[in-house]
């Protein structure tokens, strides 16, 4: 499974953006998605997740600006991301865990920049 993602890049604080990442190879339906990442030296964190069944759940600092969706027909969840602030600056990476014939596949991509200038 490959995972692409897109929609980073620059924008004033204030400001919005989607990030999307398409899977695509040898795609079941997954356990979860996911969007984490990584500030400039700091650990990566996670921002964002849904489930199989539509839950989601956000990191504290982005509830309320950030929603997670997925759209299982075309294997892709986004992240739309509003209000954006200095400290959302960060590499953006997505994440995908499925299942197949008892094994779990955890899959990640290659990571979108986004740079939010105040």
């Known amino acids: 499974v490959q995972l692409q993602a897109s929609g980073g890049g620059l924008v004033q604080a204030g400001g919005s953006l989607r990030l999307s990442c398409a899977a695509s190879g040898r795609v079941f339906s997954p356990i979860s998605m996911a969007w984490y990442r990584q500030a400039p030296g700091k650990q990566r964190e996670l921002v964002a997740v849904?489930?199989?069944?539509?839950?989601?759940n956000y990191a504290d600092s982005v509830k309320g600006r950030f929603t997670i969706s997925g759209d299982n027909a075309k294997n892709t969840v986004y992240l739309q991301m509003n209000s954006l602030k200095s400290e959302d600056t960060a590499v953006y990476y997505c994440?995908?865990?499925?299942?197949?014939?008892?094994?779990?596949?955890?899959?990640w991509g290659q990571g979108t920049l986004v740079t939010v200038s105040s």
């Open positions: 994440n995908r865990i499925q299942r197949v014939a008892g094994t779990t596949y955890d899959y």
């Open positions: 849904i489930s199989s069944g539509g839950s989601t």
